[in-house]
Structures are given as structure tokens and as C-alpha cells.
């Protein structure tokens, strides 16, 4: 007898010769390389971020507020 609805071809099981697949081991591990270490920002390059900051927040029309210079400070730093 044929079953009531027919199983497509793809979902039918496999023949017993063929490799089963084992589950993913979870005790491979990679290894982590340390961050490079960043050096410490210059005066001068603080100095010329709050310049930038300052710039951006003027050419957009708004008050050069220090909550947005600090907001177009993040902005800088995010491109960069």
C-alpha cells in the first residue's frame, strides 16, 4: 500500500550505506589573537578633533552646543 500522501523524493530517508553527519563539536576553540595596542591621542590631535567637531556642527546650522560637538566628535571618530 502506498501511504496517504506521498513522501517527495528529497525527504524520503536515506539508504543505511550512506555517512551520517555529527553534530557540531563544541569544543573547538579559536584562538584569539590580543588587539593591537592603540597609542595615546596628542594634544594637537584632541585640539584638531575639537576643531573638526566644531566645524560640522556650525555647517549644519544648529549651536555649536558641547552635546553635539561631542556628537560630531563620535562621528569623526567613528569614520575614521
Do not use: N, Y
Not at 19 to 42: E, F, G, N, R
Not at 45 to 61: T, V
Amino acid at each position: 500500500q502506498s501511504p496517504r500522501h506521498p513522501v517527495p523524493p528529497l525527504l524520503r530517508p536515506q539508504k543505511k550505506d550512506t555517512p551520517l553527519l555529527l553534530p557540531p563539536t563544541w569544543k573547538v576553540q579559536q584562538t584569539l589573537k590580543q588587539p593591537a595596542q592603540a597609542s595615546i591621542p596628542t594634544w594637537g590631535q584632541i585640539k584638531s578633533l575639537c576643531h573638526q567637531a566644531q566645524r560640522i556642527a556650525f555647517l549644519q546650522g544648529s549651536s555649536a552646543s558641547p552635546e553635539r560637538v561631542f556628537i560630531a566628535m563620535l562621528a569623526l571618530l567613528s569614520c575614521q
